[in-house]
């Protein structure tokens, strides 16, 4: 499943209504702990800072493949789960 981050959310700037913490593994945790690893909420900021329409995927998996920081150097990303169980519970799950 695609996340519901459409082009058009991306261009304005959107603030989350709430937030909770992951309680279990998922593609998506995965993805936020991604996102949350190189210094952004989530999708929707990164999209909104970086000013970039894709997020490079692995097609296998569909998880992320290579972010950008705020100080432009890169994290790469391996196929598989990098996200932990004991990290899980790290992850900032947010509500727009």
């Given at each position: 499943k695609k996340s519901e981050v459409s082009g058009v959310m991306a261009k304005a700037d959107i603030k989350p209504?709430?937030?909770?913490?992951?309680?279990t593994w998922s593609?998506?945790?995965e993805n936020l702990y991604r996102f949350q690893q190189a210094g952004y909420r989530d999708e929707v900021e990164y999209k909104q800072v970086k000013q970039v329409d894709m997020v490079?995927?692995?097609?296998?998996?569909g998880f992320v493949k290579k972010l950008q920081r705020r100080d432009n150097t890169f994290y790469y990303y391996d196929k598989q789960r990098e996200c932990e169980d004991k990290d899980v519970h790290k992850v900032k799950v947010y509500v727009y």
């Open positions: 209504k709430s937030i909770h913490h992951a309680k593609n998506d945790v490079e995927c692995w097609p296998e998996t």
